[in-house]
């Protein structure tokens, strides 16, 4: 029952409403793609061994860092192990060229979702204004010209309700991935600044990450 009245409602918007059909098959794509990457990336983060090669940093025990860096597929972890990698050049560089990346990924696509919230609304308009002229165009045409206009409205506000529908389904989860691209984006600037603290505080101490060679460390 619900399909048929869907389905009616679909075609009695007009050839407009398969545009409007890409545009939600489109966003839906692009918000799942989104959902699943943040899921992904969120059962990957482990806080656990982030404070280990915090610790191991501080202390200046720099084969334990790479040792946790190096074996898994933690982000923050995968990101020290490029500072690390590249620490006789600029581990801060490394870092940030690393993290700008990661931050790359988690913000791909999402310029879909932003035009989309433009681009709908826009095909519904335009949609109920061609309805809205062709409806129009009966006038004085019969005696039942009356019952054609105002019918043809009802159908041709079918396209611009789609539409916003349309662009407040993009809006929600757009404003949501974007403040997590955000949060991700602080994340990563904390992590990177913390990291370098610690190793220039354990270099006042003696131990220079500069002379830790992880090539040599792994063979």
């Not at 860092?65 to 500072?83: I, Q, Y």
């Amino acid at each position: 029952m619900l399909a048929n009245i869907v389905v009616e409602k679909f075609i009695e918007g007009g050839w407009v409403m398969w545009p409007i059909l890409i545009t939600f098959l489109l966003s839906l794509s692009v918000i799942l793609d989104r959902a699943f990457w943040w899921l992904s990336l969120r059962s990957k983060i482990k806080t656990d061994l982030q404070e280990k090669a915090r610790e191991a940093l501080g202390t200046g025990d720099f084969p334990v860092a790479w040792d946790l860096s190096k074996n898994t597929n933690e982000p923050f972890l995968t990101n020290l192990k490029e500072g690390i990698s590249h620490a006789n050049t600029s581990m801060l560089a490394a870092m940030q060229l690393h993290a700008t990346h990661l931050l790359e990924k988690a913000d791909a696509r999402m310029w879909v979702l932003s035009t989309m919230i433009t681009l709908a609304p826009l095909l519904g308009l335009f949609g109920t204004v061609a309805g809205l002229m062709g409806s129009f165009a009966a006038i004085g045409t019969d005696q039942l010209a009356v019952t054609k206009v105002t019918g043809g409205i009802g159908e041709a506000l079918i396209a611009t309700a789609c539409g916003i529908a349309i662009a407040v389904l993009c809006l929600l989860p757009y404003n949501f991935f974007r403040k997590r691209v955000s949060s991700l984006r602080s994340s990563l600037e904390r992590w990177i600044n913390h990291c370098e603290l610690l190793v220039k505080s354990a270099k006042e101490h003696g131990h220079d990450l500069e002379k830790f060679s992880p090539n040599q460390k792994s063979r």
